[in-house]
């Protein structure tokens, strides 16, 4: 059996909502997605992600790109990418060339790359000082070029939600719990159905801000 990509992203759970504009409240949050805070607040940060993707209106996105705040600028570059805001284009390719933030300029390539939009812009971020920078722009660069509309399918993944309570439950040790999520060929998949009966290689995207 081909083993199953998957990314946090397409992880399919129900959301649980909070209360506030979603751009506000991720500025609010008490561990900002540092490396030192890896073990600490991940799921509010996970939860505000969420927020921010499904509810966050078009302008506030676009305001929070000139954030003083580079978290703030880079999940708003990301869900302006999955929201498919081709409006925010030219702003996205100018954090590319000037942002000084790694994190902020990755987000805005990854964003470009949904969009499909700027592929000069693309183009600069492999010649970028910070080596994470070309690193995300070479595996993107295929969707670019892709006729799939890979934003739908993140807004599709992330409209499903997560819960609170579902944070967590993979624990080190013990059976996998079983989950839902969509493999690349856009076809349901549950874990159960393979658990147990054949090898399996699962791959979740780590990075976390």
Excluded at 89 to 98: R, V
Excluded at 161 to 179: M, N, S, Y
């Amino acid at each position: 059996m081909n083993p199953f990509l998957f990314t946090l992203w397409f992880l399919l759970f129900p959301v649980l909502g909070q209360g506030g504009e979603p751009i506000a409240n991720y500025k609010k949050l008490a561990f900002p997605p540092m490396s030192e805070n890896f073990e600490k607040g991940w799921q509010d940060r996970v939860l505000a992600d969420y927020e921010v993707i499904n509810n966050a209106d078009l302008k506030s996105l676009r305001v929070a790109l000139a954030d003083g705040s580079p978290f703030v600028r880079a999940i708003a570059a990301y869900a302006l990418g999955v929201r498919g805001d081709t409006g925010s284009a030219e702003a996205l390719a100018g954090l590319i060339k000037g942002d000084k933030e790694p994190i902020v300029r990755i987000r805005a390539v990854e964003a470009l790359a949904l969009l499909k939009s700027k592929p000069e812009a693309l183009e600069g971020a492999l010649k970028d000082r910070d080596p994470g920078v070309p690193f995300v722009a070479k595996l993107v660069a295929g969707q670019v070029k892709s006729n799939k509309d890979y934003s739908a399918q993140i807004r599709h993944a992330y409209a499903t939600g997560i819960k609170r309570e579902d944070l967590g439950r993979a624990i080190v040790g013990k059976p996998a719990p079983d989950f839902s999520a969509l493999t690349l060929e856009d076809k349901p998949f549950h874990l159960s159905s393979v658990l147990g009966k054949k090898p399996i290689a699962i791959y979740f995207a780590a990075f976390d801000g």
